[in-house]
Each structure stands twice: as structure tokens, then as C-alpha cells.
């Protein structure tokens, strides 16, 4: 879990917000770092005759960075250490 805390704050506010799904309008410099740290993945959506590029956190990923989430704001309340 600890890949979370090695990210800059734009690579884990892009992380973020396509964890809620809002995968647009990033830059695509961070996309890719993104990509290369195995935290997202791009996939394709059709949409009549065009296809989107998307991306999508996979649910493993997520599930850590929920927990990464929650001990980072648990950490900052005091009530445990990391």
C-alpha cells in the first residue's frame, strides 16, 4: 500500500478522481505514469462508431487505496500510527 504515499498530488488527484469514475481531461503524461504503476488501466468504449478511450481502477487497486485511504485519516486523528 504504500505506492499511494510515493505518488505526486497530481498523480494521486487523477487517481482520485477516476476512482469515481471522472476519467477526463487528464493529462496524458499522468495517465501514463499512472499506467506504468499498474494503478489504472485504459480500455475502450464504443459508442456507435466511435470508440472512447477510458480508464478504470482495477478492483484490487481500489480496495487498497480504500484502505490506504482510511489509515492515512485515522493516522491523522491519532488514533493509529503508520
Known amino acids: 500500500m504504500t505506492a499511494f504515499s510515493k505518488l505526486s498530488k497530481t498523480q494521486l488527484s ?5 476512482c469515481i469514475n471522472n476519467d477526463a481531461g487528464h493529462s ?3 495517465l501514463r505514469s499512472l499506467i506504468r504503476l499498474g494503478l489504472i488501466v485504459e480500455y475502450h468504449q464504443r ?5 472512447i478511450k ?3 481502477v ?5 480496495m487498497e487505496w480504500c484502505q ?3 489509515d492515512e485519516i485515522l ?8
Open 68 to 70: 490506504w485511504a482510511s
Open 75 to 82: 493516522a491523522a486523528r491519532g488514533e493509529i500510527e503508520q
Open 47 to 51: 459508442d456507435g462508431l466511435f470508440a
Open 28 to 30: 496524458q503524461q499522468t
Open 54 to 56: 477510458r480508464y478504470r
Open 58 to 62: 482495477p478492483i484490487l487497486v481500489h
Open 14 to 18: 487523477v487517481f482520485e478522481q477516476i
